[in-house]
Every structure is written in C-alpha cells, then in structure tokens.
Nanobody
Framework: QVQLVESGGALVQTGGSVRLSCATSGSTISIYGIGWFRQAPGKEREFVAAIRWGGPTPLYADSVKGRFTISTDNAENTVYLQMNSLNPEDTAVYYC???????????????????WGQGTQVTVSS
C-alpha cells in the first residue's frame, strides 16, 4: 500500500513561483514512479511531470518544460514540483500519483497509476 499527501498549493501572481511537495509512504515506494498531474475546472486531468526514484531523465509536458522541475528527496521519500514563471493557465488542482512502470513513456498516462493523493490547489492571478 502506498500513501501520497500533497502540500504547498498557493495563490500567486503571474510570474511567481510555487513548490509543491508529495510526501510518500509505503514499504515498496522505491519501485514506483511518481507523476504530477493537474486538473482545471471543466477540463480533463492532464500530465505535468514524472520521475522515478534514481531513474532516468524526468518527463515533462511541453507546456511546462523549462518552467517546472520535478525532483526527489530519497531520504524523506518526498517528490517536489518546483513551478516557476507561472501564468493563469497553470491554475488547477495538482495531484501526485504513484505507479509501477516498465516503460517511462507510460508515465504520461493517468490511467496507469495505482495510487493518488488528494490534490492541492494552485491559483495564478493575472
């Protein structure tokens, strides 16, 4: 069993920065890949970024490349999403999720994840 708890959501102005945290627990968490997804009102949940513990290069959605950075703190079993140069289109509830993957490319598919956190709200004002 894996538990995920997001935190760090905030209200920021355009151009601002926010760092989200995903605290994970579970005895086998190291075999899971962790993804960040977001869902804006009236829209489908979309992939943002994903990473494996000690794994290959992280994945990013084109819309966030160069602005967002996903990273891990292995000692704390925590995954971070540093978000810079935010704009109103980034407003959404952000979720972290855990899944087991053979192929990193499958990490962009929300349906492939087994566990989800409760979400944290990020609002970017214009």
């Amino acid at each position: 069993q894996v538990q995920l708890v997001e935190s760090g959501g905030a209200l920021v102005q355009t151009g601002g920065s926010v760092r989200l945290s995903c605290a994970t627990s579970g005895s086998t968490i190291s075999i899971y890949g962790i993804g960040w997804f977001r869902q804006a009102p009236g829209k489908e949940r979309e992939f943002v970024a994903a990473i494996r513990w000690g794994g290959p290069t992280p994945l990013y959605a084109d819309s966030v490349k160069g602005r967002f950075t996903i990273s891990t703190d292995n000692a704390e079993n925590t995954v971070y999403l540093q978000m810079n140069s935010l704009n109103p289109e980034d407003t959404a509830v952000y979720y972290c999720a855990a899944g087991r993957f053979i192929s990193s490319q499958r990490m962009v598919d929300a349906g492939k994840y087994d566990y989800w956190g409760q979400g944290t709200q990020v609002t970017v004002s214009s």
